[in-house]
């Protein structure tokens, strides 16, 4: 079976960004519902049982990318009867997968009160909040799972992308008017476990009349086996490390700043993470493109492209940081008020933090396109523990700014110099000066495009929305005015528009 990839890849970019975009105004939506009518506690204590099961979730071992990877083939061979059977396979691993999910949070049940510090809400059972939440996870697997990897398979994410939009717009709908009416946060997590399974079902029905002779049957190979399960030990470190790194700040600040501290971090950290989603849809859609190229095109073209990328990649960035810098305070005061603001060392902190999470993002796009999972299994990890020791360090010396600091150390210091080593000792040998010159140049511009922001947004008093929207103008035109006088030149030289749109088409 041939696959359209070219139209699949457009769709799939499409309602990708249509779903990022929604993902991102709904939860910032629901977050202020929730301040407003439970209280800032609440939030905190969402917050941290999502990172609790990111944690139990690496039961899944990174089995759903080794699986759809493995499917690739047979698809393409219309090899019907070993695609029955790489979804009987994956049916069985979901089944252990919620079981040990399951075995693992009854474990971590008694030690949940230690994990938050301070008050909880009088009127919550954290215990009974707690179960809810994982009884979510563990019907999440366990409930016709397997059925997404079909679709994910035969690049039909769009279809996955409706369903996850209908099946999370019944569960805001519900969660609001559960918080608007009855005020109650029990009745909010039972909509989450309401809708992971409807979710689960209405894709298993798309799935089934999509492709309604695929469904699971029959025994994979021990050789096949063999090599899904090498797949799975490689990405699993990479998993591990992702996992620790995303959740250690959430449980080390519950555990020693509080629930309050934690949502108000959280509040900041939501805006910062809708901008990084921006990129990641940048990424994952020029991807294939690039792993294409890396085949088809010799070193010098890819080298070429690489630069180009990162270029395109840090004038974004530029802007972007440029807009943080200046907007987070104003956009803070008038969502949640000052009571609940950090301070400005905190904006500065996440701005490094944005910069080095995305420079590894950057370059990892290149490392996944190459296939340098392998050599690159450890660094996810280590970077990963080396986070959640420097957290547990800092912050009983500098509180939340500790805990900050300890992500960009981990991915500034380890992540960001170990991706680029090996993306280079396995590629693009010979030309790390001349990537590294063009990277401080980058970072340069970066620099002088916030700084010249900050001067010229100081003269604007104006506050409220229209502050904020004035201030948003002004800073787009200067960033883009000091990146086009400083990079006039490389402008000209790079066919950058194109660029993005042959990455596109070889999709």
Same mark, same amino acid.
């Given at each position: 079976?041939?696959?359209d990839?070219?139209?699949?890849?457009?769709?799939?970019?499409?309602?990708?960004?249509?779903?990022?975009?929604?993902?991102?105004?709904?939860?910032?939506?629901?977050?202020?519902?929730m301040?407003?009518?439970?209280?800032?506690?609440?939030?905190?204590?969402?917050?941290?049982?999502v990172?609790?099961?990111?944690i139990l979730?690496?039961?899944?071992?990174?089995?759903?990318?080794?699986?759809?990877?493995?499917?690739?083939?047979?698809?393409?061979?219309?090899?019907?009867?070993?695609?029955?059977?790489?979804?009987?396979?994956?049916?069985?691993?979901?089944r252990?997968?919620g079981?040990?999910i399951?075995?693992l949070?009854l474990?971590?049940?008694?030690?949940?009160?230690?994990?938050?510090?301070?008050?909880?809400?009088?009127?919550i059972?954290?215990?009974?909040?707690?179960?809810?939440?994982l009884?979510?996870?563990?019907f999440?697997?366990?409930?016709?799972?397997?059925?997404?990897?079909?679709?994910?398979?035969?690049?039909?994410?769009?279809v996955?992308?409706?369903?996850?939009?209908?099946t999370?717009?019944?569960?805001?709908?519900?969660?609001?008017?559960?918080?608007?009416?009855?005020?109650?946060?029990?009745?909010?997590?039972?909509?989450?476990?309401f809708?992971?399974?409807l979710?689960?079902v209405?894709?298993?029905?798309?799935?089934r009349?999509?492709?309604?002779?695929?469904?699971?049957y029959?025994?994979v190979?021990?050789?096949?086996?063999?090599?899904i399960?090498?797949?799975?030990k490689?990405?699993?470190?990479?998993?591990?490390?992702?996992t620790?790194?995303?959740?250690?700040?959430?449980?080390?600040?519950?555990?020693?700043l509080?629930?309050k501290? /934690?949502?108000?971090? +959280?509040?900041?950290? $939501?805006? @910062? #993470?809708? !901008?990084m989603? %921006?990129?990641?849809? *940048?990424f994952?859609?020029?991807?294939?493109?690039?792993?294409?190229?890396?085949?088809?095109?010799?070193?010098?073209k890819?080298?070429?492209?690489?630069?180009?990328?990162?270029?395109?990649?840090?004038?974004?960035?530029?802007?972007?940081?440029?807009?943080?810098?200046?907007?987070y305070?104003p956009?803070?005061e /008038?969502?949640?008020? +000052?009571?609940?603001? $950090?301070? @400005? #060392?905190? !904006?500065?902190? %996440?701005?490094?933090? *944005?910069?080095?999470?995305?420079?590894?993002?950057?370059v990892?796009?290149?490392?996944?396109?190459?296939g340098?999972?392998?050599?690159?299994r450890l660094?996810?990890?280590?970077?990963?523990?080396?986070?959640?020791?420097?957290?547990?360090?800092?912050?009983?010396?500098?509180?939340?700014?500790?805990?900050?600091?300890?992500?960009?150390?981990?991915?500034?210091?380890v992540?960001?110099?170990? !991706?680029?080593?090996?993306?280079?000792k396995?590629?693009?040998?010979g030309?790390?000066?001349?990537?590294?010159?063009?990277?401080?140049?980058?970072?340069?511009v970066?620099?002088?495009?916030?700084?010249?922001?900050?001067?010229?947004?100081?003269?604007?008093?104006?506050?409220?929305?229209?502050?904020?929207?004035i201030r948003?103008?002004l800073?787009?035109?200067?960033?883009?005015?000091?990146i086009?006088?400083?990079h006039?030149?490389?402008i000209?030289?790079?066919?950058?528009?194109?660029?993005?749109?042959?990455?596109?088409?070889?999709t």
């Amino acid at each position: 079976m041939k696959l359209d990839r070219r139209k699949n890849a457009i769709r799939n970019v499409f309602f990708g960004i249509v779903l990022r975009f929604y993902n991102m105004l709904m939860p910032f939506i629901m977050r202020s519902v929730m301040i407003y009518t439970l209280g800032i506690d609440y939030l905190g204590l969402n917050g941290l049982f999502v990172s609790v099961l990111q944690i139990l979730n690496l039961a899944e071992l990174g089995v759903g990318s080794a699986m759809i990877f493995s499917m690739y083939k047979p698809i393409a061979e219309q090899n019907t009867s070993k695609i029955c059977a790489l979804i009987n396979l994956y049916r069985y691993y979901y089944r252990i997968i919620g079981g040990v999910i399951l075995f693992l949070g009854l474990l971590l049940l008694p030690f949940i009160p230690y994990m938050i510090s301070g008050d909880v809400p009088t009127d919550i059972n954290i215990y009974v909040v707690y179960l809810l939440n994982l009884s979510g996870t563990v019907f999440s697997y366990w409930f016709l799972a397997y059925r997404n990897s079909i679709l994910r398979a035969h690049q039909r994410e769009d279809v996955v992308s409706k369903i996850t939009m209908l099946t999370v717009t019944i569960q805001y709908g519900i969660q609001f008017l559960v918080l608007y009416f009855l005020h109650n946060y029990y009745y909010y997590v039972i909509a989450i476990l309401f809708t992971q399974i409807l979710n689960n079902v209405l894709t298993a029905i798309a799935s089934r009349h999509m492709y309604p002779n695929m469904y699971p049957y029959g025994e994979v190979s021990g050789h096949e086996k063999s090599l899904i399960n090498q797949r799975i030990k490689d990405l699993f470190t990479a998993k591990l490390g992702g996992t620790i790194l995303n959740s250690a700040d959430t449980l080390v600040i519950s555990t020693f700043l509080g629930l309050k501290i /934690l949502a108000m971090y +959280q509040n900041y950290y $939501l805006i @910062m #993470n809708a !901008v990084m989603s %921006l990129f990641t849809v *940048f990424f994952s859609s020029i991807l294939a493109g690039v792993g294409n190229s890396l085949i088809t095109e010799d070193r010098e073209k890819n080298f070429r492209d690489f630069e180009r990328v990162t270029f395109i990649v840090f004038v974004l960035m530029a802007v972007c940081m440029s807009e943080m810098l200046i907007l987070y305070q104003p956009f803070m005061e /008038l969502w949640v008020g +000052q009571d609940l603001m $950090l301070d @400005m #060392n905190v !904006v500065i902190l %996440l701005c490094v933090y *944005f910069f080095v999470v995305e420079y590894v993002m950057l370059v990892s796009l290149y490392k996944d396109a190459g296939g340098v999972w392998h050599a690159d299994r450890l660094r996810p990890l280590i970077s990963g523990l080396i986070n959640l020791g420097v957290n547990l360090f800092a912050v009983n010396y500098w509180g939340l700014y500790g805990v900050i600091i300890s992500t960009i150390i981990s991915s500034g210091f380890v992540s960001a110099p170990w !991706v680029t080593y090996n993306v280079f000792k396995l590629m693009f040998i010979g030309k790390e000066k001349i990537y590294l010159k063009g990277l401080l140049e980058n970072f340069v511009v970066i620099i002088l495009s916030m700084i010249s922001s900050y001067f010229v947004s100081s003269i604007i008093y104006t506050n409220g929305i229209i502050g904020i929207l004035i201030r948003f103008l002004l800073v787009l035109v200067v960033s883009l005015v000091v990146i086009s006088v400083y990079h006039m030149k490389k402008i000209k030289e790079l066919g950058l528009k194109q660029l993005y749109f042959n990455m596109l088409r070889r999709t």
